[in-house]
């Protein structure tokens, strides 16, 4: 493979699942870890990803400093979103993972409608802050940089506390086999105790993720009762996830 076509590739991988690992760009390419480290540095001097320790994340996982219209598959996220509010009532209590596509989520909530929102992720508690019906709680603990969600023993103490009624799970990656999977060992105990504190589980999901595996397991697809693609449910990308008692919004 050439090295703008690897370098493509990072970055095709970069924007779908937001944060990657060198070892596993290496791994998918074929290529030492120092090939993929130099390929990163070029990305992120050219200003189309950031640098991290141990890999690169999206220039929209900065929620803070990106235009919204720079965000990965803003479009897809938005539609995501616009069905998600359906599922949406008042006086319901839910729970917001991190990710642009809750972000959005969040941003597009109807000022009228009145609810409880618990999210471990700081840009969606201040955009929420805005939302003068909904009550807002932060659940805390130690801030990851990259992510900008809490992590840790503080947040799962928390998590255990509580019940809610939905849950808006956000994933790197989905599988009709295996079920959610991120790379982020700290992130999949945060995930796994909001999964344990929801009453529902709803996975909004851009349909490049579908089909796609990491190597630490958040849950399997039976513990997923709504999954929300930009897609129609008739969709045939759809098709392995149709038999798995999940509803396909």
């Known amino acids: 493979m050439l090295k703008e076509e690897r370098k493509q590739f990072i970055l095709n991988e970069v924007r779908i699942h937001s944060r990657v690992l060198l070892t596993d760009l290496a791994s998918l390419l074929k290529v030492s870890v120092d090939t993929v480290r130099r390929d990163i540095k070029e990305l992120d001097k050219e200003n189309k990803l950031k640098k991290v320790h141990g890999g690169a994340v999206s220039l929209g996982f900065d929620y803070y400093h990106i235009p919204s219209h720079q965000v990965y598959s803003i479009e897809k996220k938005a539609a995501i979103a ?7 009532k008042d006086g319901q209590v839910i729970l917001l993972s991190g990710g642009t596509t809750n972000l959005e989520l969040a941003k597009r909530l109807p000022h009228k409608l009145h609810l409880t929102c618990f999210t471990p992720s700081l840009s969606i508690a201040i955009q929420l802050l805005s939302k003068k019906n909904v009550e807002v709680i932060f659940i805390g603990g130690r801030v990851s940089k990259d992510s900008q969600i809490t992590v840790g023993g503080s947040a799962i103490n928390m998590l255990s506390e509580i019940k809610v009624d939905l849950c808006f799970l956000g994933t790197n990656s989905i599988h009709p086999r295996d079920g959610l999977t991120e790379f982020d060992w700290e992130i999949v105990q945060l995930k796994k105790a909001m999964i344990h504190s929801s009453k529902k589980i ?4 851009i349909s490049e993720k579908l089909g796609s595996l990491q190597r630490y397991k958040i849950c399997g697809p039976e513990e997923i009762d709504i999954l929300i693609t930009e897609l129609e449910p008739w969709d045939s990308k759809l098709e392995p996830f149709k038999n798995l008692n999940i509803q396909l919004l």
């Open 82 to 88: 616009e069905k998600a509010i359906h599922l949406l």
């Open 202 to 205: 709803i996975s909004p999901s």
